[in-house]
């Protein structure tokens, strides 16, 4: 099962996409004096840019372009590495190695994000950048990033794909660092199917961008070949179905993050009497997605007797979003001289190890998360999935 935007998904999308279907022309560029152009992939960088309040943001074919693009954006060469946490969806991975750079791994910490304490043990000569993964939509301690990478000259790619509609201190996740990368897939706070956005303050960066994703084009073409071509691109192009339903999409996210936030406060104060476990460090506890309610129990013994009595499974389970499930990187880096196993993060086992991820909007066992609540609960249903858990503790 998905996350909330599928769970919410009614007239509005297909209407949209059917706008789109009757005038029958699905291409992001065109004559803006044809009116079968709808300009909807140009109206949706434009209404994430002011929801984001941003200058830029581009539309992709997903999160997993998106962070090329971002990655080719900021200018990295080949062997230059870039931190990444050792808890992210393997993407954040395979985007780094694809484009030529050096992942290096970093512990996370009770926030399941990247634990900023580790990072500066991780910087080498080498290290250009820093990738913090806003995990399971629970922003990272970016303050104490940003201090880090202003220190060390570092630049800051923020992977929002499980994040879009989270802040921190006020800004949305994204504009914090110097680009950040969302993805549109069917497991994230909104989807359209497949679908990336990226955003950043900064022209350069945009332009970069936009040429990765378009054939080195420059931006605002409208079919014609615009200007001369310094950048190599590939196609990673977002069309106009996709985009019609992302807008539909974008106009629910609000009510989608503010529910998810009123049944899990709901659904924590039920648990919070039983014993054994602490809720997760939320950086900026008003403003995370609550796609997830992740709880750390005290110890190994109890995560796995409670997950096993409610057919789940501790984090540590949850293949490709945990370094040592992951034997492709694995073996990448081997072949580059960074061998890891199981062990080589041990304060990032320990705590997946004692964790416990209960979906609250987004139900998707890949992520350890095919036990919970969702958006469209009842108050009896998360009175009953609250007592399950209590129960669960107890036995
Ligand atoms: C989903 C996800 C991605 C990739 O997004 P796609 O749209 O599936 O390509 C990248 N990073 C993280 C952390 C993700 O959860």
Redesign the pocket.
């Known amino acids: 099962m998905p996350g909330p935007g599928a769970y919410w998904f009614g007239k509005e999308e297909i209407e949209a996409a059917m706008e789109v279907l009757h005038a029958g022309y699905l291409f992001r560029y065109g004559n803006e004096n044809d009116q079968k152009f709808l300009h909807k992939v140009f109206d949706l960088e434009k209404e994430f840019a002011r929801y984001c309040d941003i200058n830029f943001a581009l539309a992709t074919?997903?999160?997993?372009?998106?962070?090329v693009a971002s990655l080719l954006a900021l200018g990295l060469n080949p062997g230059d590495e870039i931190i990444v946490p050792a808890y992210?969806?393997?993407?954040?991975y395979s985007?780094v190695i694809f484009v030529g750079l050096v992942p290096v791994l970093a512990e996370i910490d009770e926030s399941l994000t990247l634990d900023p304490e580790d990072i500066e043990y991780r910087i080498t000569p080498r290290t250009k950048a820093i990738m913090p993964?806003?995990?399971l939509g629970n922003p990272c301690d970016m303050d104490r990033i940003m201090a880090i990478a202003r220190k060390h000259n570092l630049l800051v790619l923020e992977?929002?794909?499980?994040?879009a509609g989270a802040s921190y201190n006020g800004k949305k996740v994204g504009t914090i660092g110097d680009i950040g990368?969302?993805?549109?897939?069917i497991?994230?706070t909104i989807n359209s199917g497949?679908?990336?956005l990226i955003v950043t303050n900064d022209q350069a960066l945009y332009e970069i961008a936009f040429a990765v994703h378009d054939q080195g084009h420059k931006p605002l073409r409208f079919g014609v070949e615009v200007g001369s071509r310094n950048v190599l691109g590939l196609n990673f192009r977002m069309n106009e179905i996709t985009a019609a339903v992302g807008l539909a999409q974008l106009r629910k996210i609000d009510k989608i993050v503010a529910t998810l936030h009123e049944k899990r406060d709901k659904f924590k104060n039920l648990i919070s009497s039983a014993a054994g476990f602490q809720f997760r460090i939320l950086n900026d506890p008003q403003a995370d997605c609550a796609t997830l309610c992740t709880v750390i129990f005290d110890t190994k013994e109890q995560a796995a007797k409670v997950t096993r009595a409610l057919g789940s499974k501790t984090v540590d389970q949850s293949g490709w979003?945990v370094y040592a499930n992951m034997e492709h990187v694995l073996n990448h880096l081997k072949k580059v001289g960074q061998p890891h196993k199981k062990g080589s993060y041990p304060k990032t086992d320990d705590i997946l190890s004692r964790s416990m991820n209960i979906s609250i909007g987004v139900v998707d066992g890949g992520?350890g998360a095919g036990w919970g609540i969702n958006i469209n609960s009842t108050n009896a249903e998360i009175e009953t999935a609250a007592s399950q858990f209590i129960d669960a503790c107890n036995s």
């Open positions: 074919s997903s999160g997993t372009s998106s962070l992210t969806f393997v993407a954040s985007s993964v806003h995990m992977d929002c794909c499980q994040a990368a969302f993805s549109l897939n497991f994230k497949d679908g990336g979003h992520l």
